[in-house]
Nanobody
Framework: QVQLVESGGGLVQAGDSLRLSCAAS????????MGWFRQAPGKEREFVAT????????YYADSVKGRFTISRDNAKNTVYLQMNSLKPEDTAVYYC????????????????WGQGTQVTVSS
């Protein structure tokens, strides 16, 4: 069992940066692939980024590639999402999730989810 708690969301202006954090409970954090997803009002949840268990491999949605960076610190049981050059279309609730698989998989294959943190980008 893994519990995930996101933090770092807020209201920013277009072009600003934010860093989201997701703290995980338990001693097996390094055995999980971690991902960030987001859901805007009236829209489906969408993939943002994922990172491998060791942190050596990352994968991004085209919409955030070059602006967002996912990273993890297994010693601190934490995964991060650094978001730069934010746009109004990045406004959403951001969720972190943990998957037992080592492969890049869709949201339905993630086993644990946080409660989400709101990110609002004004124009």
């Amino acid at each position: 069992q893994v519990q995930l708690v996101e933090s770092g969301g807020g209201l920013v202006q277009a072009g600003d940066s934010l860093r989201l954090s997701c703290a995980a409970s338990g001693r097996t954090f390094s055995s999980y692939r971690m991902g960030w997803f987001r859901q805007a009002p009236g829209k489906e949840r969408e993939f943002v980024a994922t990172i491998s268990r060791s942190g050596s491999s990352t994968y991004y949605a085209d919409s955030v590639k070059g602006r967002f960076t996912i990273s993890r610190d297994n010693a601190k049981n934490t995964v991060y999402l650094q978001m730069n050059s934010l746009k109004p279309e990045d406004t959403a609730v951001y969720y972190c999730a943990a998957a037992t698989t080592s492969f890049v998989v869709p949201a339905s294959r993630y086993d644990y989810w946080g409660q989400g943190t709101q990110v609002t980008v004004s124009s």
